[in-house]
């Protein structure tokens, strides 16, 4: 079955930092380009980060840019975003999702797999 | 606040046709395909719609995309209650360098 699979959220307070972490199973991760998808409580999606399939391109929303780090390990079939600085608007469900495979589409917007998401929290 | 605009909320009764509105940019969804997802009350967003009008395996004919100019429409025809959920456009958008999501529209089967 194709899976994907985040884990590494949790409560942390303003100006903290936290690592998370999907892992794939079911297919090859290294041919799929990904990308964070966040949801804050009660609010709509919001596209966080993406990254190509070497991860050699990726991409940041302006909201993350600078405190967010996105990397892929395709030996271990997992994607990480490391999340400092964090801000009370962080608070969210982020998601992993794997883009589609499409070679007359590279926008990276065709997400066909996601996780179930993971809870991150910012408070004091 | 979003780029793409969405209404945010739109309604049907059983067997209705109902559309949800996304307008976007010349930047955005002028010049790149749009999707479409649907997230049902407590999980995870599914693809709905890709590259403008096609419907991945397993998407019922029910649900239709399209696309003009800056625009794009989301038609889902026979509403039924279990259509009832969050509906998102998005986009990639060519001066942001970023994915763009639609604020979402709650569709509500009466």
């Known amino acids: 079955e194709v899976q994907l699979v985040e884990s590494g959220g949790g409560l942390v307070q303003p100006g903290g930092s936290l690592r998370l972490s999907c892992a794939g199973s079911g297919f090859t991760l290294s041919s799929y380009e990904m990308n964070w998808v966040r949801q804050a409580p009660g609010k709509g999606l919001e596209w966080v980060s993406y990254i190509s399939s070497r991860g050699t391109i990726i991409y940041y929303a302006d909201s993350v840019k600078g405190r967010f780090t996105m990397s892929r390990d395709n030996a271990k079939n997992s994607l990480y975003l490391q999340m400092n600085s964090l801000r009370a608007e962080d608070t969210a469900i982020y998601y992993c999702?794997?883009?589609?495979?499409?070679?007359?589409?590279?926008?990276?917007?065709?997400?066909?797999?996601w996780g179930k998401g993971t809870t991150v929290t910012v408070s004091s | 606040q979003s780029v793409l605009t969405q209404p945010p909320s739109a309604s049907g009764t059983p067997g209705q046709r109902v559309t949800i509105s996304c307008s976007g940019s010349?930047?955005?969804?002028?010049?790149?395909?749009v999707y479409w997802y649907q997230q049902l009350p407590g999980t995870a967003p599914k693809l709905l719609i890709y590259?403008?009008?096609q419907r991945p395996s397993g998407v019922p004919d029910r649900f239709s995309g399209s696309k003009s100019a800056t625009s794009a429409s989301l038609a889902i025809s026979g509403l039924r209650s279990e259509d009832e959920a969050d509906y998102y456009c998005?986009?990639?958008?060519?001066?942001?360098?970023?994915?763009?999501f639609g604020g979402g529209t709650k569709l509500t089967v009466l």
């Open positions: 010349s930047y955005n969804i002028g010049s790149n395909y």
């Open positions: 998005a986009a990639w958008d060519d001066s942001l360098s970023a994915v763009l």
């Open positions: 999702a794997r883009v589609k495979l499409d070679y007359d589409d590279s926008s990276g917007t065709g997400m066909d797999v």
């Open positions: 590259k403008n009008n």
